[in-house]
C-alpha cells in the first residue's frame, strides 16, 4: 500500500514559519506530482501548492509570496516552507502524490493522513 507520511506540522505564532514535510513510499509506479492540500472543519479541501516533476510549481493566492514548495525526487519527498504565517493558515495540510507509470495515461492520486497546522499567538 502506498504511504504518505508528513511530518513538522504544529503550534505556531503569527508571522512565524514552519516547515512541512511528507515522504512517499511503497510505490509502484513513478511519481509525477506532488503536493499540499489544507482543510478546515465545514469547508473543501483546497490546493496549496503543487510541483510536477519538470520543477514546475502552482500556489493558490492564499499561499503565494509567503509558501515555497520544494520536491526532493530521490527521496520521494516534498517540502512547504510556511513564512509570515497568519491565523487563517490554520488547517489540517495533507499531502498527496500523482503516481502512474510510464506510458500510461492513467494516473492516480494518493493522499497523506494530515498533519494539523495551528496558528496561534
Known amino acids: 500500500q502506498v504511504q504518505l507520511v508528513e511530518s513538522g506540522g504544529g503550534l505556531v505564532q503569527p508571522g512565524g514559519s514552519l516547515r512541512l514535510s511528507c515522504a512517499a513510499s511503497n510505490l509502484n509506479g513513478v511519481i509525477t506530482a506532488m503536493g499540499w492540500h489544507r482543510q478546515v472543519p465545514g469547508k473543501q479541501r483546497e490546493l496549496v501548492a503543487n510541483?510536477?516533476?519538470?520543477?514546475?510549481?502552482n500556489y493558490a493566492d492564499s499561499a503565494t509570496g509567503r509558501f515555497t514548495i520544494t520536491r526532493d525526487n530521490a527521496k520521494n519527498t516534498v517540502y512547504l516552507q510556511m513564512n509570515s504565517v497568519k491565523f487563517e493558515d490554520t488547517a489540517v495540510y495533507y499531502c498527496n502524490a500523482r503516481v502512474g507509470v510510464s506510458g500510461s495515461a492513467v494516473q492516480y492520486m494518493y493522499w497523506g493522513q494530515g498533519t494539523q497546522v495551528s496558528v496561534s499567538s
Open positions: 510541483i510536477i516533476n519538470g520543477g514546475a510549481t
